[in-house]
């Protein structure tokens, strides 16, 4: 069996407890053992961030110490995979840059209000009403899905993964508010996503 991780916590806007449920229920339907943890202290664990297969991470700004950053990333370095979605996995830790450095890219800003946009993935494209994040994103990822922001045009990743030693990563932008998790696209690629992610 499968066994994953869910680090939740950090700002409240971005429903961490509701949205992350939503998703730990996914992975049980998927035959994964789960535990959900409301501690960052969760990464001091050697022994169990090493033996799980899954970290999905909702945990938007807040801080991680030392400690805490070290123990993640060498258990993703040595095979567990890590997945999350909008600022609760790239609106995370803003002064650690080794976390940034492992995710791949950090949210920058985003239109003061919800805005309507195209994703474009593998050919196809769907649209969603929600934040556009405008981030930074190392020239190493994987981009999967695109978009055109709305106020001048740039096109920017939306979803991207990325190997970090024996671990994977996913990431995608889109998740700021439950009903995102509606749009058939995302759910489905937030699943297929920490599927891939996992060991």
């Known amino acids: 069996m499968k066994t994953a991780l ?30 959900t943890s409301d501690t960052l202290d969760s990464y001091l664990d050697a022994e169990l961030v090493g033996r799980t297969d899954l970290i999905v991470q909702c945990w938007t700004m807040g801080e991680i110490t030392g400690p805490q950053v070290e123990g993640l990333t060498a258990a993703v370095r040595a095979g567990t995979g890590f997945a999350g979605w909008h600022g609760g996995i790239v609106d995370s830790f803003r002064n650690e840059t080794r976390y940034q450095l492992m995710t791949g890219g950090q949210f920058v800003y985003h239109p003061p209000q919800f ?24 020239p190493a990822v994987e981009v999967l899905a695109v978009t055109d922001f709305v106020e001048d045009g740039t096109t920017l990743p939306v979803t ?3 190997k970090w030693g024996d671990g994977k990563v996913f990431v995608t932008t889109i998740g700021h508010k439950l009903d995102d998790f509606d749009v058939p696209e995302v759910d489905r690629m937030i699943i297929e996503g920490m599927s891939w992610a996992t060991r």
């Open 160 to 162: 991207w993964t990325r």
């Open 115 to 138: 805005v309507d946009y195209t994703v474009r993935v593998d050919g196809a494209k769907f649209d969603v009403h929600t934040e556009q994040y405008y981030v930074h994103t190392d």
């Open 6 to 35: 869910v680090v939740r916590g950090g700002w409240p806007g971005h429903v961490p407890v509701a949205a992350s449920d939503r998703y730990a229920g996914e992975l049980r339907t998927l035959g994964y053992e789960v535990t």
